[in-house]
């Protein structure tokens, strides 16, 4: 399976995340300025209040604009994520209400149109959309990349299983970097690890570690 095009969009994706932020610290920087060369001083009893009506709105509008810049990035990658391992092309989409401003994410069902949500296409798709999430907002935030997934691939058919170990094996690999540990009855997934460890008990019923590469 051809992973190089998930892997250009995940470093586009750190790229940008990291030049939006130098930008977003920058204009930060300049409202700032520009706040106290148009501040209103407010003399209320002994306190100085400080208006920000006019850099109020400027602010908002560059902060809905990364964030639109950020929904259309993660919508892409779990997207691309979801057409590198299934066979069904599922986009991605992230919908958020205009009241509470929650974001709900969605599918659209590649067969019929319609927009379903991540329980209805099954527990594995749902699992890799998060997994992905996870993924982006640890870039994103800038932290450690790591992952640990306990059973978190028992919704994953047998079918999907090497497709999804070698997407895994793509997030431990240059540029990303990954260190994921995974705890998993599916003997498939071991061929992709870097080390495994068996766990059992013994006759006396003591928990046992025994590495097994």
């Known amino acids: 399976m051809d992973l190089s095009t998930l892997q250009t969009l995940l470093q586009k994706t750190d790229i940008s995340i990291r030049s939006n932020a130098k930008l977003f610290d920058n204009i930060k920087a300049s409202l ?17 209040h400080i208006l920000y009506s006019e850099s109020l709105p400027i602010l908002k509008l560059v902060t809905d604009s ?3 810049e950020g929904k259309a990035a993660l919508e892409a990658l779990v997207t691309q994520a979801l057409n590198t391992v299934f066979s069904e092309k599922y986009q991605f989409k992230i919908e958020v209400q205009p009241d509470s401003k929650r974001a ?16 209805s296409a ?17 870039i994103r935030f800038n932290r450690q ?5 306990d059973e978190s691939l028992v919704a994953v058919s047998a079918q999907y299983v090497p497709a999804v170990s070698q ?22 997934f071991a061929q992709q690890a870097t080390h ?17 590469s």
């Open 196 to 212: 495994n460890y068996e766990l059992s008990r013994s006759s006396e019923g003591h928990l046992q570690i025994a590495r097994q």
């Open 66 to 68: 990364l964030v639109n």
């Open 167 to 188: 997407f895994l094996k793509a997030l431990t690999e240059d540029p990303f970097n990954f260190t994921i540990i995974l705890i998993s009855h599916q003997p498939l």
């Open 104 to 119: 709900v994410p969605s599918l659209i069902d590649p067969r019929s149109g319609a927009q379903v949500s991540l329980d």
């Open 32 to 48: 700032s300025a520009d706040i106290k060369s148009h501040s209103i001083q407010i003399e209320q009893g002994t306190s100085n």
């Open 145 to 149: 990349r790591l992952l640990i997934l």
């Open 122 to 138: 099954g527990g594995g798709i749902a699992t890799l959309c998060e997994i992905t999430i996870g993924v982006y907002l640890i």
